[in-house]
């Protein structure tokens, strides 16, 4: 295997930059410039190029082969973050014949292939990465820390023992089992589909926690959806003016909101126009809210709450500076019940979010569907009067491969590429 480097840390003037070196030669690399390998693991070394000149003094931490993140072994040059010694240092290794600079994600890839990582543990550190909120650190923490591992353990388990069961009285067909294993591989079916039933109706939450909720105003025209949407923001990210029909096109805010990530959508305002411009832009307002996660409904004192407002989501009468009105009053010029409001789409978001599981991707997803599909037609046929025990071998052997796929034992060669160029190359 080749020895490797790549910058760790961003580009860019700082107080410290980190480079870090994996392979087979990585202690090598550091005793040919640093002078030799500190006894402990990590000590002062000054970094020397072929002249003998000093180029920096560098914090150097040593990761030994099997207890790295790579499980190479890893060198770290931690360098004062000057942009011209970073240079200096990697134009140094990159003359170097015994290595190369490294491709985005490699790092990453070579803790999976040591077996660090599993699929969806390198799937968690990309999200936790990418991770903006709070509740978005939480969730890829798990599955990085290896929830989603563990589950498909438990399961793999349950069903290796089912299998194992079917294929005993395969075994002994003509002799007389001595238990019938029916009841017990029924359970431990059951159990699983339990699980994979949960974790499937979670998916597309833990998919939102990730990309973020959509939560659209709507309402009559001037009704003030796009002076709450810059009071929500914090700045004008919408035009406002007391002439009906402004907004003509979706406007998107991204935000967290009490942890969550959340877009909010400001749409056209909805009434019938012979403006063809303005009907486009109310029927694509009008889509995009049907689509949302949730609907905030601004209406006039009096007004009456037309069909397209859900079961969750929240009416407030608009303008409450100058109207009130039964329920929450909310100004977006004022600022007037806009705390409360928030504090209600979060209340709404977070009971969501509750139900959600440990996977969070349509491959995880599609996954467990499969997965869950077999186990289903296993199910069935155990309670028949006939079973027929090879193809129930089968259907389990084919249940247990659908999820080994979720952490990457089986079928997923072809998604390893995609995956680790969203990676940096230092990663």
Not at 30 to 35: M, Q, T, V
Not at 171 to 184: G, M, R
Not at 301 to 308: E, K, L, Q, R, Y
């Amino acid at each position: 295997m080749e020895t490797i480097f790549a910058l760790a840390t961003a580009q860019g003037k700082a107080g410290l930059a980190v480079v870090r070196i994996s392979g087979p030669l990585s202690l090598d690399i550091l005793a040919r410039y640093c002078g030799s390998v500190p006894a402990n693991g990590r000590g002062l070394r000054k970094i020397v190029d072929a002249d003998g000149q000093m180029i920096d003094e560098a914090l150097v931490l040593v990761f030994p082969n099997g207890k790295s993140f790579t499980g190479d072994d890893v060198v770290e040059l931690h360098l004062h973050g000057s942009t011209a010694i970073v240079r200096a240092v990697l134009v140094l290794l990159s003359m170097d014949k015994d290595l190369r600079m490294a491709q985005p994600g490699e790092f990453t890839r070579r803790a999976l292939e040591s077996g660090r990582l599993d699929i969806a543990q390198v799937e968690g550190l990309a999200d936790l990465i990418d991770a903006e909120t709070e509740s978005q650190r939480q969730q890829a923490m798990r599955v990085f820390a290896g929830e989603l591992g563990a589950k498909v353990e438990d399961w793999r388990r349950k069903l290796t023992r089912a299998a194992a069961l079917i294929e005993a009285t395969i075994d002994f067909v003509d002799e007389d089992v001595p238990v019938d294993v029916t009841p017990e591989v029924l359970g431990l079916v059951r159990s699983v589909m339990s699980d994979l039933s949960s974790e499937i109706a979670g998916v597309r939450i833990a998919e939102r926690i990730r990309d973020g909720f959509e939560v659209a105003i709507v309402g009559a025209p001037n009704v003030g959806k796009s002076t709450l949407l810059n009071r929500l923001a914090g700045r004008e990210a919408a035009i406002t003016s007391e002439f009906a029909g402004t907004t003509r096109d979706v406007i998107e805010v991204r935000m967290d909101l009490d942890g969550l990530p959340v877009t909010v959508l400001d749409t056209a305002g909805i009434r019938e126009t012979a403006d063809e411009v303005e009907g486009i832009g109310i029927a694509r307002g009008l889509e995009r809210a049907a689509l949302a996660d949730l609907r905030v409904l601004l209406v006039d004192a009096d007004a009456v709450t037309p069909d397209i407002v859900g079961p969750d989501d929240i009416v407030v009468v608009a303008k409450g500076d100058i109207q009130n009105g039964a329920g929450l009053s909310v100004s977006g010029k004022t600022g007037l019940g806009v705390d409360q409001l928030v504090e209600q789409i979060a209340g709404v978001l977070r009971n969501r979010a509750a139900s959600v599981g440990i996977a969070m991707r349509e491959r995880h997803r599609m996954a467990m569907a499969s997965s869950l599909y077999h186990l289903e037609v296993v199910a069935q046929m155990l309670k028949s009067s006939d079973i027929l025990e090879d193809i129930v071998a089968d259907e389990l052997r084919a249940a247990t491969r659908s999820i080994d796929a979720l952490v990457g034992r089986v079928d997923v060669e072809d998604l390893l590429d995609e995956i680790f160029s969203s990676f940096c190359i230092g990663k």
